[in-house]
């Protein structure tokens, strides 16, 4: 194996994602998933040379903890451990602490725990998983790539705001936006695709998973996101609400509802899974609404909305656009979506093609409409978050 081998290691909420990849040419002979924490079904998979293994995780301790010392055996097993020559950890939240890459120390992991504020539901998990592997690895260099990072370039009439300004200065209440990594990236790649200049280029990029973001990115860096204070705010997602006014809560409050209450409800049972009262995936809610669910449908019927209000609000941060960029496991992957999204987007001229949006799923990259209206395209681009963290990681070594 080449010495620019980077394992990269994503700890979230009920999940953890890792993988061995070259940070040269983002081959990555390892890739695993821990999934389902805190669940019965929970599991690890992982796929080493093509070949993929899945197993269960014991329902007795720490989910978090079990999985990462089987990832330990794992890389031993496979005589993995000695070939990587640094760690690197994908970070929610880094606020104005953390504008770019730094290496890990116990400062950077008790200020990431700190920054939990932020990022409720992924910073506490990311500090764990980098306290694990800096024990589990304590001779190798880390590092730390945070999701807030590409959002720092946003003007400030994008990221504060309309509150008295003292909360700005005292607390640093403002918009860091999230998914970064992956915006980034996608960017990149969709001035490649399309032989132009990043420096002289107009996306509008959209991450579609579980937590969804869209961001303007003009001339390769972002001017505006739709995350917000926190990974909250923003698109309808799997369990999170987005966007809704603030007096909701406190009409809760008043209905005598619980803070934590109400913030585990707009957290964790919102989203898809409020809306549709089934499940928080978006396969599933297609499933159920093929079978007839209206509260399916109705769920499907806001995301799409929403997203397609999202990408055309964001015109107005762009002098021009050249394309519209989907990611993420929906945007990569879910037709119905896609369509559906480019459907609310008739008035900015998109006319899908049909066989350019079938053929884009499951890794492949295509476009999948064109306005003649704006000269634009819409695209799909399968993100690579660990490959970006591979390459920051070792950048910042040398």
């Not at 050249?322 to 999204?341: H, K, M, Q, W, Y």
Request: hydrophobic residues 40%.
């Amino acid at each position: 194996m080449s010495n620019q081998y980077v394992l990269v290691i994503n700890s979230g909420s009920s999940s953890l994602k890792f993988a061995v990849i070259d940070s040269q040419t983002g081959e990555a002979p390892l890739t695993g998933l821990g999934e389902c924490f805190g669940l019965p079904e929970a599991e690890i998979s992982w796929k080493y040379q093509g070949e993929k293994t899945v197993e269960a995780i014991s329902a007795d301790g720490n989910h978090h903890q079990c999985a990462f010392e089987r990832v330990v055996k794992l890389l031993e097993t496979l005589s993995l451990s000695s070939k990587f020559v640094a760690v690197g950890h994908r970070i929610v939240a880094g606020g104005e602490t953390f504008k770019g890459t730094v290496k890990v120390d116990e400062s950077v992991i008790q200020e990431v725990d700190r920054l939990a504020e932020l990022a409720p539901l992924h910073n506490k998990a990311n500090a764990e998983g980098m306290r694990a592997a800096m024990t589990a690895f304590p001779s190798l260099p880390q590092f730390a790539i945070f999701d807030t990072a590409f959002h720092q370039t946003m003007p400030a009439k994008a990221f504060m705001y309309a509150l008295p300004y003292e909360l700005y200065e005292e607390h640093k209440v403002r918009r860091y936006g999230a998914h970064g990594t992956s915006h980034y990236y996608v960017s990149r790649e969709a001035a490649k695709m399309l032989d132009k200049s990043l420096g002289e280029s107009s996306f509008i990029t959209v991450h579609l998973g579980n937590g969804a973001s869209v961001s303007a990115v003009k001339n390769g860096e972002c001017v505006d996101t739709s995350m917000g204070l926190t990974p909250l705010a923003g698109l309808m997602m799997g369990t999170r609400c987005g966007d809704l006014d603030p007096s909701v809560i406190e009409f809760l409050f008043r209905k005598g509802w619980e803070k934590d209450e109400v913030f585990e409800m707009m957290n964790k049972k919102s989203g898809f899974l409020g809306v549709s009262g089934v499940t928080s995936d978006a396969r599933g809610v297609l499933e159920e609404m093929e079978a007839g669910n209206t509260r399916a449908k109705l769920a499907f019927d806001i995301f799409t909305y929403r997203v397609a209000k999202y990408i055309a609000s964001y015109l107005v941060a762009l002098d021009s656009l050249d394309a519209i960029v989907f990611t993420g496991g929906i945007g990569e992957n879910s037709l119905p979506i896609r369509r559906e999204i480019l459907n609310n987007l008739k008035l900015l001229g998109f006319v899908e093609d049909e066989k350019g949006n079938e053929d884009a799923r499951f890794g492949n990259a295509g476009l999948i409409a064109t306005s003649e209206l704006l000269g634009a395209k819409a695209l799909v681009i399968p993100t690579n978050e660990e490959f970006v963290i591979a390459q920051e990681s070792v950048a910042l070594m040398k």
